[in-house]
């Protein structure tokens, strides 16, 4: 099993970006999945979740402003994030809790990097 991260990039404050997650291999579900990301110096942190029934949750930063997604069909999750900050420059990285025909296991993707600057 492998997730692959896309769609990071370098945006103005006040922009928006859409990231987007692909998870790959012999996948039976994709349970819960996240978006986390990591500031230069500082520690991992949840972003936002989203469950296999689409129930979400967001940290406080990031409410009203980022929507996670998903389309299971296309064992894929996204990350629209509008009204960007600096702040909210990261290594973002999707994780996802995938059942497999041996079992339930946490996976993480690789990072994709997300700039907010002028």
């Known amino acids: 099993v492998q997730l692959q991260a896309s769609g990071g990039g370098l945006v103005q404050p006040g922009g928006s970006l859409r990231l987007s997650c692909v998870a790959s291999?012999?996948?039976?579900?994709?349970?819960?999945a996240n978006w986390y990301r990591q500031a230069p110096g500082r520690q991992r942190e949840l972003v936002a979740g989203i469950s296999i029934g689409g129930s979400t949750n967001y940290a406080d930063s990031v409410k009203g402003r980022f929507t996670i997604s998903r389309d299971n069909a296309k064992r894929m999750v996204y990350l629209q994030m509008n009204s960007l900050k600096p702040e909210d420059t990261a290594v973002y990285y999707c994780?996802?809790?995938?059942?497999?025909?041996?079992?339930?296991?946490?996976?993480w993707g690789q990072g994709t990097l997300v700039t907010v600057s002028s």
């Open positions: 994780n996802a809790d995938v059942a497999t025909w041996t079992g339930l296991r946490n996976y």
């Open positions: 291999g012999n996948i039976v579900s994709i349970n819960f």
